[in-house]
């Protein structure tokens, strides 16, 4: 069975701290791993990794690979109230039948506070 | 404007009633999803589809049933046997092709009376 774990399941920082995210895997036909960004309803995209080492960035926010270990982080600098949500780690794996799966982890709860 | 959109977005069922969550995009994605997601945790995966006519079950999709007659609708069926029907239930949608992304619908928060 895939299996995506998040950790940790939430954090409490004050704005201009820098917070990791952490999301682990144990999958079978990796493709691609993603995180998200809920706040209230829709989940929106942050990023997708496919390559290991290779470091996604959109502002504040950044994201890695490591195929190897199978894992992945995401980093937020000088959070601000604006960051407080729940960020979503999925990978997507190719069944057996040919079939694109994706399979989210538990999710971490961020509140940044003043 | 191009979307995915669920309704309703709040639904109320009685016990022993079967409901049906409506699910209609129209970005032609050919695969669309349903996940289930409780408070306070992630997003658990029901049933996909990539195909019309063609689903798939996901980890939790005992009292679930889906059709997908058309390609840009996948409604969602809680069905009775479903004892804890409860939660947001979320629809997704994507193409097949590589590294693509999933697009949210806004959900629809079902309860039991």
């Known amino acids: 069975e895939d299996k995506v774990v998040q950790s940790p399941l939430s954090l409490v920082v004050h704005e201009g701290d820098t917070v990791t995210l952490n999301c682990s895997y144990e999958?079978?036909?990796?493709?691609?791993l993603l995180w998200y960004k809920q706040e209230k309803k829709a989940p929106t995209f942050l990023f997708m990794l496919t390559s290991s080492g290779i470091e996604k960035k959109s502002g504040r926010l950044s994201s890695i690979l490591d195929k190897k270990e199978l894992f992945s982080i995401l980093n937020i600098t000088a959070t601000q109230t604006g960051d407080s949500a729940v960020y979503l780690c999925a990978v997507e794996v190719l069944n057996s039948g040919g079939y694109q799966k994706v399979t989210f982890g538990t999710g971490t709860k961020l509140q940044v506070i003043p | 404007d191009g979307g995915i959109t669920q309704s309703p977005k709040y639904l109320f069922r009685k016990e022993g009633q079967n409901v049906t969550l409506s699910c209609e995009q129209n970005l032609n994605h050919d695969a669309m999803y349903w996940y289930r997601q409780d408070p306070g945790q992630g997003l658990r995966l029901i049933y996909y589809s990539q195909i019309v006519n063609d689903f798939q079950k996901g980890d939790i999709a005992e009292g679930y049933s889906v059709s997908r007659e058309k390609k840009e609708s996948f409604p969602l069926t809680v069905t009775s046997a479903q004892k804890n029907p409860t939660a947001f239930y979320l629809c997704?949608?994507?193409?097949?092709?590589?590294?693509?992304?999933?697009?949210f619908g806004s959900g629809t928060q079902l309860s039991v009376l």
């Open positions: 997704a949608s994507r193409f097949t092709g590589l590294n693509e992304k999933l697009f």
């Open positions: 999958v079978t036909n990796f493709r691609s």
